[in-house]
């Protein structure tokens, strides 16, 4: 972000360069000083700044010099810059016309040369104007701004993918901002066609998918290599620990996400009971610490969807979203899990407009004020809860069995109880939507009958699907989508396997190819349990690798 300005008028050359080199001796770090030899001179810079929407801090102007004035100067500056502050250097004999001028030019200060020792007689003056002048600044925003209406799909998978990535953007609704009609009317760019992305060097996205939006953002998507000792499918904590010790124990290793690194443990507001955090930290902190962890350890992040994975030659080659493929000794698969979809009247249609699926971190700030209804009853439901709590007025959390006992941990019952905004409604069931263009009312099944209730944010944490579409039909499966391992293979597959030894522990019917994390087959839906079987099949990818 540019430095704001102070700037130095005097026609003495001498004079000037004494003004610029105390400023800059004392204020160099946090402003940029510019000078200027007369006062038309000076005008000329204050609007060639204002053009390129530069703030000045402060105009230190000498008072005689020809042509114009420090006076006259500082009385045509106010119009250009108002807030700046505003001194005049004086002669001693100038000193009732200083006066005079604090207002006619509205001047905050006026200061008699020479100012020699400038610890004394200059920067006392300076640093009260200046702390004055930035009680009333507000840096002007020079990175990414989305501008787009809060009930729109493609613009709520715009901002959530910019939040996960924990990439700072600012947000601007053009039914409700002035300057986002004016920002789209300066590029150009059809209100009718949103969300508009804006950067900071000038270029502009219009309707961006998630890839257009990581290339330009300066995210990884396409691969540097060919080939991977191993490459690993999902960045939530099983595949970020698999990247962590891939890495660390001298394996080439690639981890392919389409969304964020953390997966669904990411979108946690608060996770306390993750060993080693008595305070406990939220899961993108989790995310983020291991992410730049399995980075500094050598791994690779390639921001994709992988499409399918095959074997040929005891090789896997996976294929990314873009049609390009990657090829690796070991392929471990840890996509993890995405919510249910909630099967009543109006879900689909209102999906992104107000029925959103986990924590939705972008949605947070919208909901201030707002009433807010969450359904399920597991952690990620009442962390999500907690979390809405800061910022909604009301937070209603929809479950349908008698209590939360028997899905959440005791410590979060204990917040929500403590938390006064927060209603659990047991025996609950969401059976209908309604709105026009967007969520507006929800149908409910309770125990004293149906209800309809107004509201514009619904999130759902209800059950938990497995990302295994894409896998080949020779990757053994349960009926849910859940991949099977190990053991599991002979107990609950037909599946042949192919070799003379038994599968490794977390090796799936395909040999070579691994699984790890919430998408394994009667895993422990547990953050800790997932760092832990990512970890573990490093292990047994150096006992594939030593077989081959």
């Given at each position: 972000?540019?430095?704001?300005?102070?700037?130095?008028?005097?026609?003495?050359?001498?004079?000037?360069?004494?003004?610029?080199?105390?400023?800059?001796?004392?204020?160099?770090?946090?402003?940029?000083?510019?000078?200027?030899?007369?006062?038309?001179?000076?005008?000329?810079?204050?609007?060639?700044?204002?053009?390129?929407?530069?703030?000045?801090?402060?105009?230190?102007?000498?008072?005689?010099?020809?042509?114009?004035?420090?006076?006259?100067?500082?009385?045509?500056?106010?119009?250009?810059?108002?807030?700046?502050?505003?001194?005049?250097?004086?002669?001693?004999?100038?000193?009732?016309?200083?006066?005079?001028?604090?207002?006619?030019?509205?001047i905050h200060y006026y200061l008699n040369k020479p100012w020699d020792p400038p610890e004394e007689k200059l920067y006392p003056?300076?640093?009260?104007?200046?702390?004055?002048?930035?009680?009333?600044?507000?840096?002007?925003?020079?990175?990414?701004?989305?501008?787009?209406?809060?009930?729109?799909?493609?613009?709520?998978?715009?901002?959530?993918?910019?939040?996960?990535?924990?990439?700072?953007?600012?947000?601007?609704?053009?039914?409700?901002?002035?300057?986002?009609?004016?920002?789209?009317?300066?590029?150009?760019?059809?209100?009718?066609?949103?969300?508009?992305?804006?950067?900071?060097?000038?270029?502009?996205?219009?309707?961006?998918?998630?890839?257009e939006l990581a290339s330009k953002v300066g995210l990884r998507t396409q691969a540097q290599e060919e080939f991977y000792d191993?490459?690993?499918?999902?960045?939530?904590?099983?595949?970020?620990?698999?990247?962590?010790?891939?890495?660390?124990?001298?394996?080439?290793?690639?981890?392919?996400?389409?969304?964020?690194?953390?997966?669904?443990?990411?979108?946690?507001?608060?996770?306390?009971?993750?060993?080693?955090?008595?305070?406990?930290?939220?899961?993108?902190?989790?995310?983020?610490?291991?992410?730049?962890?399995?980075?500094?350890?050598?791994?690779?992040?390639?921001?994709?969807?992988?499409?399918?994975?095959?074997?040929?030659?005891?090789?896997?080659?996976?294929?990314?979203?873009?049609?390009?493929?990657?090829?690796?000794?070991?392929?471990?698969?840890?996509?993890?899990?995405?919510?249910?979809?909630?099967?009543?009247?109006?879900?689909?249609?209102?999906?992104?407009?107000?029925?959103?699926?986990?924590?939705?971190?972008?949605?947070?700030?919208?909901?201030?004020?707002?009433?807010?209804?969450?359904?399920?009853?597991?952690?990620?439901?009442?962390?999500?809860?907690?979390?809405?709590?800061?910022?909604?007025?009301?937070?209603?959390?929809?479950?349908?069995?008698?209590?939360?006992?028997?899905?959440?941990?005791?410590?979060?019952?204990?917040?929500?109880?403590?938390?006064?905004?927060?209603?659990?409604?047991?025996?609950?069931?969401?059976?209908?939507?309604?709105?026009?263009?967007?969520?507006?009312?929800?149908?409910?099944?309770?125990?004293?009958?149906?209800?309809?209730?107004?509201?514009?944010?619904?999130?759902?944490?209800?059950?938990?699907?497995?990302?295994?579409?894409?896998?080949?039909?020779?990757?053994?499966?349960?009926?849910?989508?859940?991949?099977?391992?190990?053991?599991?293979?002979?107990?609950?597959?037909?599946?042949?396997?192919?070799?003379?030894?038994?599968?490794?522990?977390?090796?799936?019917?395909?040999?070579?190819?691994?699984?790890?994390?919430?998408?394994?087959?009667?895993?422990?839906?547990?953050?800790?349990?997932?760092?832990?079987?990512?970890?573990?099949?490093?292990?047994?990818?150096?006992?594939?690798?030593?077989?081959?």
């Open positions: 972000m540019a430095k704001p300005i102070l700037l130095a008028i005097d026609d003495d050359t001498s004079v000037l360069e004494a003004v610029v080199q105390d400023l800059r001796r004392h204020y160099g770090q946090e402003y940029r000083i510019v000078r200027a030899a007369s006062g038309g001179a000076a005008l000329d810079i204050c609007r060639q700044l204002k053009e390129r929407k530069e703030s000045v801090a402060l105009l230190l102007s000498d008072q005689r010099m020809p042509g114009m004035t420090g006076v006259d100067f500082l009385q045509q500056a106010l119009t250009i810059y108002p807030d700046a502050k505003r001194v005049l250097l004086t002669a001693y004999a100038d000193t009732e016309a200083a006066i005079r001028a604090i207002n006619s030019a509205k003056v300076l640093d009260d104007l200046l702390e004055a002048w930035k009680q009333g600044y507000k840096a002007p925003f020079e990175g990414i701004r989305v501008i787009g209406v809060r009930w729109s799909a493609m613009g709520h998978t715009v901002r959530d993918f910019l939040s996960r990535n924990r990439i700072p953007y600012q947000w601007l609704n053009p039914e409700d901002n002035p300057e986002a009609l004016a920002l789209l009317k300066e590029k150009g760019a059809d209100d009718t066609k949103l969300p508009v992305v804006l950067f900071g060097d000038g270029t502009a996205l219009v309707q961006p998918s998630t890839t191993v490459v690993i499918v999902g960045a939530g904590p099983a595949g970020l620990a698999a990247g962590v010790y891939g890495a660390s124990e001298g394996l080439k290793t690639l981890i392919v996400e389409a969304a964020a690194p953390g997966g669904q443990a990411g979108s946690s507001s608060r996770i306390e009971n993750y060993l080693g955090f008595p305070d406990g930290l939220s899961g993108e902190e989790l995310g983020k610490r291991a992410f730049l962890q399995a980075n500094r350890l050598g791994a690779e992040f390639l921001t994709q969807s992988v499409t399918c994975v095959r074997t040929e030659n005891n090789y896997h080659i996976v294929t990314m979203g873009d049609g390009r493929n990657v090829t690796c000794n070991v392929c471990v698969i840890a996509t993890g899990v995405a919510y249910c979809k909630l099967d009543v009247p109006g879900a689909d249609q209102f999906s992104g407009t107000g029925v959103y699926y986990g924590a939705a971190q972008a949605e947070a700030m919208s909901c201030r004020g707002e009433t807010v209804y969450i359904v399920g009853g597991a952690n990620s439901a009442g962390q999500a809860a907690m979390n809405f709590a800061r910022y909604a007025a009301r937070v209603h959390m929809l479950i349908r069995g008698e209590s939360l006992e028997k899905s959440m941990s005791k410590y979060l019952i204990d917040q929500i109880a403590r938390t006064e905004n927060i209603t659990v409604e047991t025996g609950t069931e969401v059976v209908g939507m309604g709105g026009n263009g967007h969520l507006e009312c929800i149908q409910l099944s309770t125990p004293s009958g149906e209800q309809s209730r107004s509201t514009s944010s619904l999130f759902i944490f209800i059950g938990a699907a497995p990302k295994t579409d894409w896998l080949p039909q020779e990757l053994a499966r349960d009926s849910k989508g859940f991949v099977l391992a190990g053991p599991d293979l002979r107990a609950k597959s037909t599946a042949k396997w192919p070799l003379e030894r038994e599968p490794y522990l977390l090796e799936t019917s395909v040999p070579g190819i691994f699984v790890a994390g919430d998408v394994r087959y009667n895993s422990v839906k547990r953050c800790a349990s997932a760092v832990g079987e990512g970890s573990i099949a490093i292990q047994f990818v150096h006992q594939y690798l030593a077989s081959l």
